[in-house]
């Protein structure tokens, strides 16, 4: 599976964006779909995950309720709604494909990421 992350850019503290993880390639549908994210100097980190049914959806406690996953597999798209942004939430933010929707499944086809910016 091939996946592109977009939607990132410049954002305000407080305001909201939505994050599209689009899938080509493969049975994209199939599979659990996890977001991650790495800010400069950090290691990467476990943001949010949804089943290839969509539920269940798991989160870091960082961004819990302030952002939301989602996906449409008839477009072979995961979304990642992230409200309430924080200087901290600055990152470039990276989607997989996995067995389950847990922070410690296994996860590969990383696509390349979008770097979403927070100022205060």
């Known amino acids: 599976v091939q996946l592109q992350a977009s939607g990132g850019g410049l954002m305000q503290a407080g305001d909201s964006v939505r994050l599209s993880c689009a899938a080509s390639g493969g049975t994209f549908y199939t599979y659990a779909v996890g977001w991650f994210r790495q800010a400069p100097g950090k290691e990467r980190e476990f943001v949010a995950a949804i089943a290839w049914s969509g539920s269940p959806t798991t989160y870091a406690d960082s961004v819990k309720g302030r952002f939301t996953i989602s996906r449409q597999n008839a477009k072979n798209t995961v979304y990642l709604q992230l409200n309430s942004l924080q200087p901290g939430d600055t990152a470039v933010y990276y989607c997989?494909?996995?067995?389950?929707?847990?922070?410690?499944?296994?996860?590969?086809?990383w696509g390349q990421g979008t770097q979403v910016t927070v100022s205060s």
């Open positions: 997989a494909v996995g067995d389950r929707p847990y922070a410690s499944s296994s996860w590969w086809d």
